[in-house]
Structure formats: C-alpha cells, structure tokens
C-alpha cells in the first residue's frame, strides 16, 4: 500500500496486522500439570501445534502468553524448546514464508484478536460463570473417559458415550439423546 506525504513523496505503508495471543502450557507444549519451574519444560508439542502456529504467523502477529515469561530465564526456556521443537524451515523466514523465530514470549496480556488457551471461559456479556461451573472447568488434557475394554484415555473430542458434547472454553454440558 502506498500513501502520499505532505510534500507529495510516495511511501510505502505497512498494512497493520492483528494480534494472536497463544498460551504455552497446555496448547503449544503437552503440560501433564506438574510445575517443574520457569525454566524446567519436558514434554513434546501438542499434537500439530508447530505447523498451526507457522500457518497463523503468515497472516498474523502471533506472540505466546505465559507465566513462564515473568522472568528472562522462563522466556529463553520458552524459546530454546520452541526452536528445538521447530523444523528449520518453519523456524527461519524461507521466501515470503514468516518463519516462528518472530514470535515473542510474554507474561503481559497484549491487544489482541483472539487468545487461544486451554483454561479460558468464553464471556457472552451476560453468563457470569457460578462458582460450580467454575469449580468443574478443566483443560481438555485433564479431561478423562473410559474407553470401551475398560481402558482410560483422553476424552474424545466428539460427542462420547457419556453423553456430553465437546468441551467449549474447559467445560462440557451434558445433553440427552432424545
């Protein structure tokens, strides 16, 4: 896009992207809910995370939102686990393609279009949670079903057996099957 200035010269504009807020811990990284510190990330990625995230960044600013950024060394850790679980090509800019090395980490609440987390509630304006439904809320990688042989596992994201619909925001809401 190009604009004109007072004294008639061209410039180019950068258009303004919109922001993406992604937590770290529970949908980036596969966090079994055991606090090891800022610094201390085992695991692996969450299951097509990594490409998800290279995908978003070529259309948004995309930054990650965590508690491990309140300090130098958790926002390194951040980052060091995020290049090491990073193909090269999607880590560095290859062609037009924005590669993940842009993606800062914080622990301050940006502006942003959208903030994708495992523990968040969706407010329509009106539907202040009660202390109940806030009391049952769970991340979806705590969220556990029997599966048929007796086997535990993670729930399914569809409708199950037990008769719930998928989890909305960390909290599912039982129907029937009328």
Known sequence: MREAT????????????????????????QWDGEWRG??????????GAIEWLHQLLQTYDVFILTT??????????????????????????????RGLRHIPV????SPALMYVDDRAFRFNGTDFPSANR??????WWKE???????????????????????????HRESVSDS
């Open 6 to 29: 007072a004294r008639g010269r061209v410039r180019r504009v950068r258009k303004e992207r919109k922001s993406v807020g992604v937590d770290f811990d529970g949908v980036i990284h």
């Open 38 to 47: 800022h610094h201390m990330i085992p695991g692996e990625p969450v299951e």
């Open 68 to 97: 491990r950024g309140e300090s130098f060394r958790g926002r390194f850790s951040v980052r060091l686990w995020l290049r090491k679980n990073t193909p090269d090509h999607m880590w560095m800019d290859v062609g037009p393609s």
């Open 106 to 109: 914080t622990d301050r609440k």
């Open 134 to 139: 806030v009391r049952g809320m769970r991340p």
């Open 144 to 170: 556990k079903s029997i599966e048929p042989g007796g086997k535990e596992g993670l729930a399914d994201p569809g409708r199950g057996s037990s008769g719930t619909l998928p989890a909305v925001c960390g």
